[in-house]
């Protein structure tokens, strides 16, 4: 479905003459409807990937090949911070990344599953983090994208919130089942949320591991089940320490 082959991101080099290779040969294959964790230290260029995906960064040397469009496609991007506008509410916030207006009907049914129904009409400053993430992830697949890139979405959230909008994140994927490509530092959420589980090395940044999580969906609120293979890929792989 998408096969992103990046030769060579670079940046000018901060303090001193030349350039900062940021990603080099990085080539990665996402099958339509796969949910992906990329995996790897802060600043290794995580971002700077899903951007180079978005289109919002073309200033690097590859391609990134989505194989039944013609044109670049959809993209939904879900961002560390939730970025919702103050003096609009819930509601309103979603409709804005809609170009129908008409699609009443499909916002209702993100509210019902994300459980904020009962929020629709709150302002943003009303809102826990917790709850400004599920906005923000509903405001992501409302658009029904070809593809949703998430960026650290739950970062600085407490464990049993973080846990909570996980699954809620599932539950809606599951019914609405697009490609996903998400960034954490997390193992043990990469491990709860993904098919696959793509490790990276720090810059530039590569590929240094690729693995299906085998733990059935059914099982991944098991949290000893996560710990356990968690363990096994700290030991079989020991640059991912």
């Excluded at 040969?25 to 990329?38: A, N």
Aim: net charge negative; hydrophobic share 45%.
């Amino acid at each position: 479905m998408i096969a992103i082959d990046i030769k060579s991101k670079m940046y000018p080099a901060k303090g001193r003459a030349g350039h900062h290779l940021a990603i080099a040969e990085l080539q990665l294959l996402l099958q339509s409807g796969e949910f992906v964790c990329l995996v790897g230290p802060s600043g290794c260029g995580k971002t700077t990937l899903l951007n180079i995906i978005a289109d919002l960064d073309r200033d690097y040397e590859g391609s990134v090949n989505f194989k039944q469009h013609q044109t670049h496609p959809k993209i939904g991007y879900v961002f560390q911070n939730p970025r919702l506008l103050p003096w609009r509410t819930v509601r309103e916030n979603i409709e804005l990344a809609i170009e129908d207006n008409s699609s009443s009907e499909n916002i209702d049914a993100l509210l019902e599953v994300m459980q904020l129904t009962q929020f629709q009409h709150v302002y943003p400053e009303r809102l826990s983090l917790g709850m400004s993430r599920r906005v923000a992830i509903i405001r992501g697949f409302a658009t029904n994208p070809d593809m949703l890139l998430m960026d650290e979405p739950f970062v600085s959230l407490d464990a049993p919130t973080a846990r909570q909008v996980r699954s809620l994140l599932i539950t809606l994927w599951q019914q609405r089942p697009h490609t996903v490509l998400f960034v954490t530092h997390d193992l043990r959420e990469a491990i709860a949320l993904a098919d696959r589980i793509v490790f990276l090395a720090a810059a530039p940044m590569k590929v240094i591991a690729d693995m299906a999580v085998p733990i059935p969906r059914s099982e991944r609120d098991d949290e000893q089940a996560i710990e356990t293979f968690r363990q096994q890929l700290l030991h079989d792989y020991p640059a991912l320490k």
